[in-house]
Protein backbone atom coordinates (compact mmCIF):
# COMPACT_ATOMS: atom_id res chain seq x y z
CA UNK A 1 0.00 0.00 0.00
CA UNK A 2 1.63 3.01 -0.45
CA UNK A 3 1.59 6.47 1.34
CA UNK A 4 -0.53 8.61 -0.83
CA UNK A 5 -3.34 5.77 -0.65
CA UNK A 6 -2.98 5.18 3.39
CA UNK A 7 -3.47 9.05 3.89
CA UNK A 8 -6.16 8.56 1.52
CA UNK A 9 -7.66 5.96 3.56
CA UNK A 10 -7.41 7.98 6.49
CA UNK A 11 -9.21 10.83 5.14
CA UNK A 12 -12.49 8.36 4.74
CA UNK A 13 -12.16 6.86 8.14
CA UNK A 14 -12.19 10.37 9.38
CA UNK A 15 -15.70 11.32 7.69
CA UNK A 16 -17.48 8.97 10.45
CA UNK A 17 -15.23 10.50 12.90
CA UNK A 18 -15.92 14.60 12.18
CA UNK A 19 -19.90 13.30 11.75
CA UNK A 20 -20.25 12.42 15.71
CA UNK A 21 -19.07 16.16 16.39
CA UNK A 22 -22.09 18.70 16.68
CA UNK A 23 -21.16 21.44 17.90
CA UNK A 24 -19.89 24.15 15.06
CA UNK A 25 -16.14 25.43 16.68
CA UNK A 26 -15.29 21.70 18.04
CA UNK A 27 -15.78 20.59 14.43
CA UNK A 28 -13.95 23.62 13.08
CA UNK A 29 -10.77 23.27 15.54
CA UNK A 30 -10.72 19.31 14.81
CA UNK A 31 -11.00 19.77 11.36
CA UNK A 32 -8.02 21.98 11.24
CA UNK A 33 -6.02 19.75 13.13
CA UNK A 34 -6.42 16.63 10.78
CA UNK A 35 -6.02 18.96 7.72
CA UNK A 36 -2.53 19.75 8.95
CA UNK A 37 -1.75 15.89 9.63
CA UNK A 38 -3.07 15.04 5.97
CA UNK A 39 0.14 16.84 4.73
CA UNK A 40 1.86 16.97 7.78
CA UNK A 41 2.03 21.02 8.22
CA UNK A 42 3.22 22.30 11.27
CA UNK A 43 0.73 25.17 11.20
CA UNK A 44 -2.35 26.72 10.39
CA UNK A 45 -5.39 28.56 10.48
CA UNK A 46 -8.92 27.83 10.01
CA UNK A 47 -11.37 31.02 9.21
CA UNK A 48 -15.17 30.97 8.45
CA UNK A 49 -16.91 33.23 6.14
CA UNK A 50 -18.53 36.59 7.64
CA UNK A 51 -21.05 38.66 6.54
CA UNK A 52 -21.83 41.69 8.15
CA UNK A 53 -25.23 43.87 8.19
CA UNK A 54 -23.83 46.77 6.32
CA UNK A 55 -23.90 47.65 2.47
CA UNK A 56 -20.55 48.81 2.63
CA UNK A 57 -18.14 47.24 0.24
CA UNK A 58 -16.07 44.14 1.13
CA UNK A 59 -19.01 43.28 4.11
CA UNK A 60 -17.75 39.69 3.34
CA UNK A 61 -14.73 38.92 5.58
CA UNK A 62 -12.90 35.92 6.82
CA UNK A 63 -13.07 35.75 10.57
CA UNK A 64 -10.87 33.50 12.61
CA UNK A 65 -12.26 30.70 14.42
CA UNK A 66 -8.95 28.43 15.22
CA UNK A 67 -4.58 28.98 14.85
CA UNK A 68 -2.36 26.25 16.02
CA UNK A 69 1.01 25.78 15.95
CA UNK A 70 3.10 22.93 16.92
CA UNK A 71 6.41 24.80 17.40
CA UNK A 72 5.11 27.33 19.49
CA UNK A 73 3.08 25.22 21.62
CA UNK A 74 6.51 23.09 22.28
CA UNK A 75 6.86 26.12 24.04
CA UNK A 76 4.20 26.40 26.64
CA UNK A 77 3.45 24.37 29.74
CA UNK A 78 2.22 21.13 29.57
CA UNK A 79 -1.69 21.84 29.29
CA UNK A 80 -1.76 25.31 28.11
CA UNK A 81 -3.33 26.41 24.93
CA UNK A 82 -1.62 28.71 22.07
CA UNK A 83 -3.31 31.90 22.53
CA UNK A 84 -3.85 33.80 19.04
CA UNK A 85 -5.11 37.56 18.31
CA UNK A 86 -9.24 37.55 16.90
CA UNK A 87 -9.10 39.41 13.86
CA UNK A 88 -10.84 39.26 10.38
CA UNK A 89 -9.19 39.67 6.90
CA UNK A 90 -11.48 41.25 3.48
CA UNK A 91 -12.29 38.72 0.65
CA UNK A 92 -10.22 39.81 -2.09
CA UNK A 93 -6.94 39.96 -3.88
CA UNK A 94 -5.23 41.62 -0.69
CA UNK A 95 -4.16 38.60 1.58
CA UNK A 96 -3.60 34.60 0.43
CA UNK A 97 -6.80 33.35 2.54
CA UNK A 98 -8.70 36.28 1.10
CA UNK A 99 -7.88 35.63 -2.68
CA UNK A 100 -8.39 31.61 -2.00
CA UNK A 101 -11.91 32.47 -0.54
CA UNK A 102 -12.78 35.56 -3.44
CA UNK A 103 -11.69 32.79 -6.22
CA UNK A 104 -13.03 29.46 -3.97
CA UNK A 105 -9.73 27.96 -5.32
CA UNK A 106 -6.69 26.67 -3.92
CA UNK A 107 -3.78 28.51 -3.61
CA UNK A 108 -0.35 26.37 -2.97
CA UNK A 109 2.34 29.14 -2.32
CA UNK A 110 6.32 27.03 -1.97
CA UNK A 111 7.73 30.18 -0.46
CA UNK A 112 5.68 33.12 0.91
CA UNK A 113 8.83 35.91 0.98
CA UNK A 114 9.35 34.91 -2.82
CA UNK A 115 5.55 35.61 -4.40
CA UNK A 116 5.87 36.63 -7.70
CA UNK A 117 5.48 40.12 -8.54
CA UNK A 118 2.73 39.46 -10.85
CA UNK A 119 0.48 37.78 -8.05
CA UNK A 120 -2.54 39.55 -6.98
CA UNK A 121 -2.10 39.12 -3.61
CA UNK A 122 0.67 39.41 -0.66
CA UNK A 123 2.32 37.82 2.08
CA UNK A 124 2.91 40.55 5.40
CA UNK A 125 5.30 38.94 7.43
CA UNK A 126 4.42 41.09 10.39
CA UNK A 127 3.35 37.84 12.37
CA UNK A 128 6.05 36.30 11.42
CA UNK A 129 7.52 39.09 13.39
CA UNK A 130 5.36 39.01 16.17
CA UNK A 131 5.14 35.35 16.77
CA UNK A 132 9.00 34.15 16.08
CA UNK A 133 8.02 31.69 13.63
CA UNK A 134 8.72 31.81 10.16
CA UNK A 135 6.15 31.35 7.48
CA UNK A 136 7.37 29.56 4.45
CA UNK A 137 5.14 27.35 2.28
CA UNK A 138 1.75 27.96 2.41
CA UNK A 139 -1.52 26.10 1.36
CA UNK A 140 -5.25 27.70 1.10
CA UNK A 141 -7.87 25.59 0.94
CA UNK A 142 -11.51 26.79 0.19
CA UNK A 143 -14.27 25.08 1.95
CA UNK A 144 -17.38 25.33 -0.91
CA UNK A 145 -20.52 23.60 -0.70
CA UNK A 146 -21.80 21.32 -3.77
CA UNK A 147 -23.94 24.47 -4.35
CA UNK A 148 -21.20 27.01 -4.52
CA UNK A 149 -21.28 28.65 -1.35
CA UNK A 150 -18.01 29.53 0.56
CA UNK A 151 -18.38 28.60 4.26
CA UNK A 152 -14.23 29.40 4.94
CA UNK A 153 -10.72 28.60 4.02
CA UNK A 154 -8.36 26.47 5.31
CA UNK A 155 -4.93 27.12 5.60
CA UNK A 156 -1.42 25.26 6.52
CA UNK A 157 1.77 26.16 6.35
CA UNK A 158 5.23 24.60 6.20
CA UNK A 159 4.56 21.19 5.07
CA UNK A 160 7.88 18.99 6.46
CA UNK A 161 9.60 16.07 5.15
CA UNK A 162 10.14 12.91 6.91
CA UNK A 163 13.31 14.87 8.07
CA UNK A 164 11.84 17.76 8.90
CA UNK A 165 12.57 20.15 6.54
CA UNK A 166 10.26 22.51 5.38
CA UNK A 167 9.32 21.82 1.84
CA UNK A 168 6.82 22.87 -0.59
CA UNK A 169 3.47 21.53 -0.55
CA UNK A 170 2.83 19.06 -3.51
CA UNK A 171 0.65 17.69 -6.22
CA UNK A 172 -0.09 15.24 -3.92
CA UNK A 173 -0.99 17.29 -1.02
CA UNK A 174 -3.22 19.14 -3.11
CA UNK A 175 -4.94 16.17 -3.97
CA UNK A 176 -5.36 15.23 -0.41
CA UNK A 177 -6.65 18.09 1.19
CA UNK A 178 -9.01 18.65 -1.99
CA UNK A 179 -10.83 15.77 -0.97
CA UNK A 180 -10.62 16.19 2.97
CA UNK A 181 -11.91 20.07 2.72
CA UNK A 182 -14.79 18.31 0.39
CA UNK A 183 -15.76 15.80 3.08
CA UNK A 184 -15.29 18.28 5.59
CA UNK A 185 -17.49 21.27 4.24
CA UNK A 186 -20.32 18.28 3.89
CA UNK A 187 -20.09 17.46 8.32
CA UNK A 188 -19.43 21.65 8.45
CA UNK A 189 -22.51 22.36 6.68
CA UNK A 190 -24.90 20.20 9.22
CA UNK A 191 -23.05 21.83 12.14
CA UNK A 192 -24.03 25.52 10.78
CA UNK A 193 -27.43 24.26 10.43
CA UNK A 194 -27.66 23.01 14.00
CA UNK A 195 -25.97 26.12 15.42
CA UNK A 196 -28.65 28.02 13.59
CA UNK A 197 -31.43 26.11 14.75
CA UNK A 198 -29.75 26.38 18.56
CA UNK A 199 -29.27 30.17 17.75
CA UNK A 200 -33.30 30.61 16.87
CA UNK A 201 -34.29 29.08 19.80
CA UNK A 202 -32.06 31.97 21.85
CA UNK A 203 -33.39 34.73 19.36
CA UNK A 204 -36.65 33.37 20.93
CA UNK A 205 -35.45 34.11 24.32
CA UNK A 206 -33.93 37.15 23.83
CA UNK A 207 -37.26 38.50 22.03
CA UNK A 208 -38.89 38.09 25.67
CA UNK A 209 -35.16 38.73 27.78
CA UNK A 210 -32.76 41.26 26.35
CA UNK A 211 -30.37 39.79 28.32
CA UNK A 212 -30.51 36.64 26.68
CA UNK A 213 -28.32 37.36 23.31
CA UNK A 214 -26.38 34.98 21.08
CA UNK A 215 -23.11 36.41 22.13
CA UNK A 216 -24.12 35.58 26.25
CA UNK A 217 -25.15 32.42 25.17
CA UNK A 218 -21.89 31.70 22.83
CA UNK A 219 -20.01 33.39 25.72
CA UNK A 220 -20.84 30.98 28.57
CA UNK A 221 -20.23 28.44 26.45
CA UNK A 222 -17.15 29.19 25.48
CA UNK A 223 -15.75 29.57 28.84
CA UNK A 224 -17.59 26.29 29.88
CA UNK A 225 -15.69 24.40 27.29
CA UNK A 226 -12.35 26.22 28.43
CA UNK A 227 -13.08 25.19 31.63
CA UNK A 228 -13.63 21.82 31.00
CA UNK A 229 -10.94 21.30 28.70
CA UNK A 230 -8.36 22.34 31.33
CA UNK A 231 -9.94 20.01 34.40
CA UNK A 232 -9.82 16.93 31.90
CA UNK A 233 -6.23 18.06 31.39
CA UNK A 234 -5.69 18.12 35.01
CA UNK A 235 -7.62 14.32 35.32
CA UNK A 236 -5.92 12.68 32.64
CA UNK A 237 -9.22 12.16 30.39
CA UNK A 238 -8.40 10.69 27.47
CA UNK A 239 -8.74 12.70 23.92
CA UNK A 240 -12.14 10.54 22.70
CA UNK A 241 -14.06 10.75 25.96
CA UNK A 242 -12.98 14.82 26.03
CA UNK A 243 -14.13 15.64 22.48
CA UNK A 244 -17.47 13.97 23.35
CA UNK A 245 -17.91 15.79 26.51
CA UNK A 246 -17.10 18.71 25.78
CA UNK A 247 -18.86 18.71 22.11
CA UNK A 248 -22.39 18.05 23.74
CA UNK A 249 -21.58 20.24 26.59
CA UNK A 250 -21.08 23.38 24.30
CA UNK A 251 -24.41 22.60 22.84
CA UNK A 252 -25.88 22.16 26.36
CA UNK A 253 -24.09 25.46 27.82
CA UNK A 254 -25.73 27.41 24.99
CA UNK A 255 -29.14 26.55 26.06
CA UNK A 256 -28.70 26.96 29.60
CA UNK A 257 -31.55 29.38 30.01
CA UNK A 258 -33.58 28.55 27.35
CA UNK A 259 -36.83 27.82 30.11
CA UNK A 260 -36.76 31.56 30.47
CA UNK A 261 -39.75 32.10 27.37
CA UNK A 262 -41.99 30.47 29.86
CA UNK A 263 -41.22 33.34 31.98
CA UNK A 264 -43.53 36.46 32.25
CA UNK A 265 -42.42 39.32 30.29
CA UNK A 266 -43.39 42.19 33.22
CA UNK A 267 -40.87 40.21 35.32
CA UNK A 268 -38.39 39.20 32.61
CA UNK A 269 -38.18 42.65 31.26
CA UNK A 270 -38.43 44.78 34.42
CA UNK A 271 -36.31 47.21 34.22
CA UNK A 272 -34.93 47.13 38.22
CA UNK A 273 -34.11 44.54 40.58
CA UNK A 274 -36.72 41.39 41.46
CA UNK A 275 -39.22 41.21 44.19
CA UNK A 276 -39.22 37.94 46.65
CA UNK A 277 -41.95 37.44 45.03
CA UNK A 278 -40.75 38.05 41.41
CA UNK A 279 -37.68 36.20 42.15
CA UNK A 280 -38.91 32.97 43.04
CA UNK A 281 -41.14 32.74 39.74
CA UNK A 282 -38.53 33.50 37.71
CA UNK A 283 -36.47 30.41 39.10
CA UNK A 284 -38.73 28.41 37.60
CA UNK A 285 -37.50 28.59 34.55
CA UNK A 286 -34.93 26.46 35.58
CA UNK A 287 -37.80 23.74 35.80
CA UNK A 288 -39.24 25.41 32.68
CA UNK A 289 -36.00 24.77 30.46
CA UNK A 290 -35.02 21.08 32.04
CA UNK A 291 -39.07 20.36 30.91
CA UNK A 292 -37.48 20.98 27.46
CA UNK A 293 -35.60 18.15 27.35
CA UNK A 294 -38.07 15.79 29.03
CA UNK A 295 -37.84 12.00 27.47
CA UNK A 296 -34.20 12.51 26.68
CA UNK A 297 -33.51 10.88 23.37
CA UNK A 298 -29.52 11.48 23.26
CA UNK A 299 -26.65 12.10 25.83
CA UNK A 300 -26.89 16.09 24.65
CA UNK A 301 -30.42 15.25 25.41
CA UNK A 302 -28.99 14.39 29.06
CA UNK A 303 -26.88 17.35 29.51
CA UNK A 304 -28.96 19.99 28.11
CA UNK A 305 -31.27 18.80 31.01
CA UNK A 306 -28.77 18.93 34.01
CA UNK A 307 -27.66 22.36 32.78
CA UNK A 308 -31.39 24.00 32.30
CA UNK A 309 -31.55 22.33 35.79
CA UNK A 310 -28.75 22.93 37.99
CA UNK A 311 -27.01 25.92 36.75
CA UNK A 312 -28.29 27.89 39.73
CA UNK A 313 -27.22 25.65 42.29
CA UNK A 314 -24.82 27.00 44.42
CA UNK A 315 -21.78 24.30 46.23
CA UNK A 316 -23.21 25.18 49.51
CA UNK A 317 -26.56 23.82 48.47
CA UNK A 318 -28.18 27.33 49.12
CA UNK A 319 -29.35 27.49 45.53
CA UNK A 320 -31.99 26.69 43.66
CA UNK A 321 -34.71 25.27 42.31
CA UNK A 322 -33.11 22.36 44.61
CA UNK A 323 -34.54 18.63 44.99
CA UNK A 324 -37.67 19.11 43.01
CA UNK A 325 -39.75 17.46 40.02
CA UNK A 326 -38.87 18.35 36.97
CA UNK A 327 -42.03 17.37 34.94
CA UNK A 328 -44.16 18.81 38.19
CA UNK A 329 -42.23 21.09 39.50
CA UNK A 330 -43.03 19.70 43.04
CA UNK A 331 -40.51 18.92 45.47
CA UNK A 332 -38.82 15.85 45.67
CA UNK A 333 -36.79 16.04 49.24
CA UNK A 334 -38.08 18.94 51.50
CA UNK A 335 -36.95 21.01 54.58
CA UNK A 336 -39.03 20.97 57.79
CA UNK A 337 -41.39 23.76 56.55
CA UNK A 338 -41.33 21.88 53.07
CA UNK A 339 -39.68 23.86 50.87
CA UNK A 340 -36.77 22.06 48.36
CA UNK A 341 -33.84 21.67 49.73
CA UNK A 342 -30.78 22.57 47.77
CA UNK A 343 -28.32 20.39 46.07
CA UNK A 344 -25.09 20.62 46.95
CA UNK A 345 -21.64 19.38 46.41
CA UNK A 346 -21.19 16.75 44.31
CA UNK A 347 -24.75 16.32 43.94
CA UNK A 348 -24.79 18.83 41.47
CA UNK A 349 -24.14 17.55 37.58
CA UNK A 350 -20.36 18.20 37.21
CA UNK A 351 -21.65 20.12 33.64
CA UNK A 352 -24.16 22.59 35.51
CA UNK A 353 -21.35 23.05 38.02
CA UNK A 354 -19.26 24.09 34.81
CA UNK A 355 -22.04 26.47 33.55
CA UNK A 356 -22.52 28.46 36.98
CA UNK A 357 -19.49 29.78 36.86
CA UNK A 358 -19.11 30.68 33.35
CA UNK A 359 -23.01 32.15 33.66
CA UNK A 360 -22.15 34.17 36.50
CA UNK A 361 -18.81 35.60 35.25
CA UNK A 362 -20.49 36.14 32.13
CA UNK A 363 -23.32 38.52 34.17
CA UNK A 364 -20.90 40.37 36.59
CA UNK A 365 -18.53 41.55 33.31
CA UNK A 366 -21.69 42.47 31.34
CA UNK A 367 -24.25 45.94 31.30
CA UNK A 368 -27.63 44.90 32.65
CA UNK A 369 -30.63 47.49 33.30
CA UNK A 370 -30.02 47.89 37.05
CA UNK A 371 -25.99 47.83 36.47
CA UNK A 372 -22.80 49.06 35.11
CA UNK A 373 -20.41 46.01 34.41
CA UNK A 374 -18.01 45.33 37.22
CA UNK A 375 -14.88 46.05 37.10
CA UNK A 376 -12.26 43.11 35.89
CA UNK A 377 -10.70 43.44 39.46
CA UNK A 378 -14.25 42.89 41.21
CA UNK A 379 -15.40 40.38 38.97
CA UNK A 380 -12.33 38.07 39.85
CA UNK A 381 -12.43 38.79 43.41
CA UNK A 382 -15.97 37.95 43.64
CA UNK A 383 -15.58 34.72 41.61
CA UNK A 384 -12.46 34.02 44.26
CA UNK A 385 -14.81 34.93 47.37
CA UNK A 386 -17.95 32.53 46.04
CA UNK A 387 -15.55 29.41 45.80
CA UNK A 388 -17.14 26.68 48.26
CA UNK A 389 -20.21 28.90 48.77
CA UNK A 390 -21.42 29.15 45.19
CA UNK A 391 -18.57 27.31 43.09
CA UNK A 392 -16.93 24.00 43.28
CA UNK A 393 -13.40 24.97 44.48
CA UNK A 394 -11.78 22.85 42.45
CA UNK A 395 -13.35 24.48 39.27
CA UNK A 396 -12.50 27.79 40.66
CA UNK A 397 -9.18 27.06 40.63
CA UNK A 398 -9.29 25.89 36.78
CA UNK A 399 -11.02 28.74 36.05
CA UNK A 400 -7.74 31.07 37.21
CA UNK A 401 -5.51 28.71 35.47
CA UNK A 402 -7.13 29.49 32.15
CA UNK A 403 -7.95 32.83 32.76
CA UNK A 404 -5.98 34.41 29.72
CA UNK A 405 -8.64 31.33 27.61
CA UNK A 406 -11.53 33.36 29.14
CA UNK A 407 -10.31 36.61 28.26
CA UNK A 408 -9.98 35.38 24.45
CA UNK A 409 -13.21 33.82 24.54
CA UNK A 410 -14.61 37.46 25.37
CA UNK A 411 -12.94 38.94 22.55
CA UNK A 412 -14.29 36.45 20.20
CA UNK A 413 -17.72 37.57 21.44
CA UNK A 414 -17.95 40.93 22.27
CA UNK A 415 -21.20 43.41 23.44
CA UNK A 416 -23.09 44.59 20.30
CA UNK A 417 -23.16 48.37 20.32
Not at 338 to 343: F, I, V
Not at 378 to 390: A, D, F, P, Y
Request: with cysteine; hydrophobic share 40%; proline share 5%.
Amino acid sequence: MTEAFADFRSILRLDSELNQIQDVDILLERILLECRKVVRAGAGSIYIKETSRGKEENAEKLLIRYSQNDAIQKELLPGQKLIYSVFSVPINDSTISGYCAKTKTLVNIPNAYNIPRDAPYSFSPEYDKISGYKTISVLAIPLVTVDGRLLGVIQVINSTDKEGKIVPFSAEDEFLVTHFAASATQVLQRAFVTRAMILRMIRMSELRDPKETGTHVNRVAGYAVEIYDRWAYNHAVTRVEQEKFRDILKIGAMLHDVGKVAISDMILKKPARFTPEEFAIMQHHTIYGAGLFYDPQSDLDNISWDIALTHHENWDGSGYPGWVDPVTGKPVSTDSEGRPLGRKGEEIPFAGRIVAIADVFDALCSRRIYKEPWSEEQVLQEIRNLSGIKFDPELVDVFFEILPHIKQVQNFYPESV
